[in-house]
């Protein structure tokens, strides 16, 4: 807050030099409607303009932001058409102030560099631990595919064998290696969804990680 | 306010507030504040606007040794307004017609509401 009340001529000449930007027919323009403001207003409410103008400064934005955005809005279009029919009216919505577009700066790009760099160590061991999880699934799968179907194609031969000397135990033999070769399929299947979902949730806890992580740093700009 | 104003409804407010006699800037803003709540800083980029977009045209009177300049409507303006009006009669309508037909007991008693 001001330590001590400011004046209408105070505000006027603060307020002149905040609209400095504006060309000077604009600046001149709103100077002396705030001058005759304040005249008309009367001295008795020169304090009360004051403070429900907001500071000079602010008051100079409001200013500064409509007649850029007035500046782009001519234009493309206006609210009011070149003659009275068509396209005037409707409710517009407010002029929202330009949004600077979000752009990385050599130093945020640096900083990232940076952060990049030192925890790749990390980033690499987790990378490590990964492949050699993905590769243990792997043997898993093809170790019980090896134990089941190394058990069906011996129970397969020996059936046949068997088939020349006792034909019962031979048909025996072999419906059992088809049993072991059936479950093949039954127990992998079941085994590498569980495996698929684990590197899903994996996925996703490392892109969260990453959106954590990048999220913190735009704070930290 | 529970309703906030949005800019089109307050170049309404600006051109009927001037169509009824010219005035000038402070009057505007003490018109239109009766009515809605806007802060003292709003009307100056809305009357500028309105200038540009030659709805509203100025002229400068001589008032107690100082000057004063007026506002007034051009004909694009009042041609502005009327169409201001119709959008606004027709906004209301299919506001209040949701609004006061919730049940036979609010029942809304204007003109529209009963045909």
């Given at each position: 807050m001001e330590m001590k009340p400011m004046n209408k001529y105070e505000f006027l000449s603060r307020l002149r030099n905040?609209?400095?930007?504006?060309?000077?027919?604009e600046r001149d323009a709103a100077m002396s409607y705030y001058e005759e403001f304040f005249s008309d207003a009367g001295e008795d409410n020169e304090k009360a303009v004051i403070a429900s103008l907001g500071?000079?400064?602010?008051?100079?934005?409001?200013?500064?932001?409509?007649?850029?955005?007035?500046?782009?809005?001519?234009?493309?279009?206006?609210?009011?058409?070149s003659n009275s029919s068509g396209g005037y009216g409707g409710f517009t919505p407010p002029p929202t102030p330009a949004q600077s577009a979000k752009k990385w700066t050599g130093g945020q790009i640096a900083l990232f560099v940076v952060l990049a760099v030192f925890s790749a160590p990390f980033l690499l061991s987790v990378a490590a631990v990964l492949v050699s999880l993905i590769v243990a699934f792997f043997a898993l799968i093809i170790g019980l595919m090896a134990g089941f179907g190394g058990g069906a194609i011996g129970l397969l031969v020996g059936g046949i064998?068997?088939?020349f000397d006792n034909p019962v135990v031979g048909i025996f033999l072999?419906?059992?290696?088809?049993?072991?070769?059936?479950l093949i399929p039954l127990a992998v299947y079941?085994?590498?969804?569980?495996?698929?979902k684990l590197a899903k949730t994996c996925a996703k806890g490392i892109s969260a990680l990453f959106n954590r992580l990048t999220g913190r740093k735009e704070i930290i700009q | 306010?529970?309703?906030?104003?949005?800019?089109?409804?307050?170049?309404?407010?600006?051109?009927?507030?001037?169509?009824?006699?010219?005035?000038y800037g402070y009057k505007i803003t003490q018109d239109i504040r009766v009515a809605v709540d806007v802060s003292e800083s709003t009307l100056y980029p809305v009357l500028r606007r309105l200038q540009k977009e030659e709805v509203l045209e100025t002229y400068d009177r001589e008032f107690q040794g100082r000057n004063r300049r007026y506002y007034r409507v051009t004909n694009k303006g009042s041609a502005a307004l009327e169409l201001y009006r119709e959008e606004w009669k027709l906004h209301r309508k299919k506001?209040?017609?949701?609004?006061?037909?919730q049940g036979e007991e609010h029942t809304y008693n204007g003109d529209e509401a009963n045909e």
């Amino acid at each position: 807050m001001e330590m001590k009340p400011m004046n209408k001529y105070e505000f006027l000449s603060r307020l002149r030099n905040a609209l400095s930007a504006l060309p000077n027919e604009e600046r001149d323009a709103a100077m002396s409607y705030y001058e005759e403001f304040f005249s008309d207003a009367g001295e008795d409410n020169e304090k009360a303009v004051i403070a429900s103008l907001g500071t000079p400064e602010e008051l100079a934005r409001s200013i500064i932001s409509e007649n850029t955005a007035e500046n782009v809005k001519t234009e493309t279009e206006s609210n009011f058409g070149s003659n009275s029919s068509g396209g005037y009216g409707g409710f517009t919505p407010p002029p929202t102030p330009a949004q600077s577009a979000k752009k990385w700066t050599g130093g945020q790009i640096a900083l990232f560099v940076v952060l990049a760099v030192f925890s790749a160590p990390f980033l690499l061991s987790v990378a490590a631990v990964l492949v050699s999880l993905i590769v243990a699934f792997f043997a898993l799968i093809i170790g019980l595919m090896a134990g089941f179907g190394g058990g069906a194609i011996g129970l397969l031969v020996g059936g046949i064998a068997a088939m020349f000397d006792n034909p019962v135990v031979g048909i025996f033999l072999l419906g059992q290696s088809l049993i072991l070769g059936g479950l093949i399929p039954l127990a992998v299947y079941p085994l590498c969804k569980a495996i698929f979902k684990l590197a899903k949730t994996c996925a996703k806890g490392i892109s969260a990680l990453f959106n954590r992580l990048t999220g913190r740093k735009e704070i930290i700009q | 306010m529970a309703f906030p104003i949005t800019s089109a409804l307050l170049d309404a407010l600006v051109l009927a507030v001037v169509a009824k006699e010219d005035t000038y800037g402070y009057k505007i803003t003490q018109d239109i504040r009766v009515a809605v709540d806007v802060s003292e800083s709003t009307l100056y980029p809305v009357l500028r606007r309105l200038q540009k977009e030659e709805v509203l045209e100025t002229y400068d009177r001589e008032f107690q040794g100082r000057n004063r300049r007026y506002y007034r409507v051009t004909n694009k303006g009042s041609a502005a307004l009327e169409l201001y009006r119709e959008e606004w009669k027709l906004h209301r309508k299919k506001i209040e017609d949701i609004i006061f037909t919730q049940g036979e007991e609010h029942t809304y008693n204007g003109d529209e509401a009963n045909e």
